[in-house]
């Protein structure tokens, strides 16, 4: 049963336009919420990201937005840049900050030129 | 210092070998991961350790060994691998509301 889902498997996006990338999850008990980038032979880099307090959290070009009646989050990038290109991965976590965060399957971005 | 640092970034061993992987951050995290990554696949987990006890072991094979001999240093014991366990081994350490992961090692098994 996968909790975390990223529907979609890539995306591609032209420079300078927005980015949106989608998540959703089935866990009502996952109170946290992160994104995070992803180039290949590398580890995760923490992007951002939103507790279940809030519906919205901004830094810099990145934006998460979280609608809990829905079970849903997006990250907006805007605008996108060509180093943005890359596997974001959408994880989700319970109260206890010592305990595992389940990984979405991760959608590719490809921003074009 | 921010960084979780592994070490080796490569490896290559037999199926007969014993090898270690380290893993060290100095940020004061009392939470520290092993995740294993196949190609194109998101991050799985393999085992927590919480103030250096083991919390959560996801049913990993006992061919996988962690330690945790300080709250700096986390290292995972390999014997006996198969082609299989191939893969990029993460270490991760947790802080508020979010993980530092490092840069993995890259593990060939032959």
């Known amino acids: 049963d996968q909790q975390v889902k990223q529907n979609s498997p890539s995306l591609s996006v032209q420079e300078g336009r927005i980015s949106i990338l989608n998540c959703d999850y089935t866990?009502?008990?996952?109170?946290?919420f992160l994104w995070y980038k992803k180039y290949p032979a590398e580890g995760p880099t923490f992007l951002i990201s939103?507790?279940?307090?809030?519906d919205k959290n901004e830094d810099g070009r990145f934006t998460v937005f979280l609608n809990k009646s829905a079970k849903h989050l997006s990250l907006h990038i805007v605008p996108s840049q060509p180093g943005d290109s890359a596997v974001y991965f959408c994880?989700?976590?319970?109260?206890?900050?010592?305990?595992?965060?389940?990984f979405g399957k991760g959608t590719r971005l490809h921003i074009l030129p | 210092d921010t960084e979780v640092t592994q070490t080796p970034k490569h490896l290559v061993m037999g199926m007969t070998n014993k090898k270690s992987l380290k893993c060290e951050q100095h940020?004061?995290?009392?939470?520290m991961y092993w995740y294993k990554q196949k190609a194109k696949k998101p991050p799985e987990l393999m085992f927590v350790?919480?103030?250096?006890?083991?919390?959560i072991n996801e049913s990993v094979p006992s061919r996988f060994s962690p330690e945790c001999p300080n709250s700096s240093l986390l290292n995972l014991h390999l014997h006996a691998l198969q082609p299989e366990d191939s893969a990029l081994y993460l270490c991760?350490?947790?802080?508020?509301?979010?993980?530092?992961f490092g840069s993995g090692t890259r593990l060939t098994v032959v």
């Open positions: 866990n009502s008990m996952f109170d946290y």
């Open positions: 940020m004061g995290h009392r939470a």
């Open positions: 994880a989700a976590g319970g109260i206890n900050r010592d305990d595992k965060i389940i």
């Open positions: 991760a350490s947790s802080h508020v509301y979010g993980y530092t």
């Open positions: 939103i507790s279940s307090i809030k």
């Open positions: 350790y919480s103030y250096e006890k083991l919390s």
